[in-house]
């Protein structure tokens, strides 16, 4: 047995017994923890973010990431866990659809909520920090402040 098929089957005994390379792509171009995340495996997703994988490791082809999976999957444990390990639920796979998306694709929409209680302190962050731009007229973009003296004031729309 290799380490993608302890991870799809949910086998945490083959993981705490052998070495393996958590972040190790296989010839499908998917790692342990796409397969961990996919199939709903939360103990196998928990050893393999103890032992360093990176949640963030796009599949060669579609594009996709561990979170995207749980996500399309409607697992919010293992969606939980993700996040609070630093996967990103903005990044895209080639279809341009990230881990929000993937949620409504298959009508696992109760995860948002997972996603954005995470994240609600950056949303708030930002609403006020475009009331800030708004009332300085200076441009936002990608929702980053531009500090002051470093551009041209210019007028916004938002």
């Known amino acids: ?10 086998n945490l005994d083959w993981f705490k017994t052998n070495t393996y390379s958590p972040n190790l792509i296989n010839d499908s171009g998917y790692t342990c923890l796409c397969y961990a995340s996919s199939c709903g495996h939360e103990d196998i997703v928990a ?5 360093g994988a990176n949640p963030n490791v796009q599949t060669i082809f579609p594009k996709t990431t ?3 999976l749980a996500c ?3 697992y919010s444990t ?8 630093g996967a990103d639920p903005l990044i895209k796979d080639v ?4 881990a929000y ?6 009508k696992t929409s109760y995860i948002v909520d997972v996603l954005n209680k995470w994240y609600r302190i950056p949303n708030t962050l930002r609403s006020i920090t475009q009331n800030i731009v708004r009332d300085l007229e200076i441009p936002i973009h990608n ?7 470093s551009i041209k004031k210019e007028k916004t729309m938002f």
Request: charged share 20%.
């Open 47 to 51: 050893e393999l973010l103890q032992s």
């Open 66 to 68: 561990a979170i995207m």
């Open 72 to 74: 399309y999957k409607g």
């Open 101 to 106: 998306d993937h949620t409504h694709r298959n």
């Open 143 to 149: 929702n980053i402040l531009l500090r002051r003296n």
């Open 1 to 10: 047995m290799d380490q993608f098929k302890a991870a799809r089957e949910g």
């Open 95 to 98: 279809l341009g659809l990230n």
């Open 78 to 85: 293992i969606t939980l866990m993700l996040v609070q390990a």
